[in-house]
């Protein structure tokens, strides 16, 4: 109940209406970016324009990952993108040590009253979902097991944003 609580905030920051009419449309600027690179990336065209606003600043790296989410409709990846980054807060929360339930009820905390998180969520950037990378880099979790080493995670959360 209370993750759901999550993601309904994430997608309340993102432009999901009130009332009867629930009309959903997202802001999602970063993440319109990242698409346009990656299509241009799948079409053999220019990743990288002039634009000094909106232009694509990121490694090429990230064009080819944004080339694969271009195949999939907006809207549908709008849904998956922003569900994900609302999702992402407890998960950090969590790695960080606080139990799920108050990690749960901070994450609506978090996602209304600090910029940085409402921002990321509201304009569709990657920096929740690199930001979880470093951390279960450093704060592994329960198991001893770790899939990538912490040098690896870092790593791959270095080529997508530097």
């Excluded at 346009?36 to 080819?64: H, K, M, Q």
């Excluded at 790695?95 to 509201?122: C, F, H, K, Q, Y």
């Excluded at 569709?124 to 930001?131: S, W």
Aim: aromatic share 8%.
């Amino acid at each position: 109940m209370l993750a759901a609580a999550v993601v309904v905030v994430a997608l309340r920051v993102t432009g999901i209406g009130s009332g009867p009419d629930l009309k959903w449309d997202p802001n999602l600027t970063d993440l319109k970016v990242y698409l346009t690179a990656g299509r241009n990336w799948r079409n053999g065209e220019a990743i990288y324009s002039d634009d000094p606003c909106l232009g694509f600043l990121y490694p090429p790296l990230t064009a080819v990952v944004f080339g694969v989410a271009s195949l999939v409709p907006f809207r549908v990846l709008a849904l998956a993108w922003t569900t994900a980054n609302g999702l992402l807060v407890p998960f950090i929360l969590r790695r960080l040590g606080l139990p799920w339930e108050r990690a749960l009820l901070w994450s609506v905390a978090v996602v209304i009253l600090v910029l940085p998180v409402r921002e990321t969520i509201m304009l569709g950037q990657v920096n929740l979902m690199l930001c979880a990378l470093v951390v279960c880099a450093f704060y592994p979790g329960g198991g001893t097991r770790r899939p990538l080493r912490a040098g690896c995670q870092v790593g791959i959360a270095t080529a997508i944003k530097l």
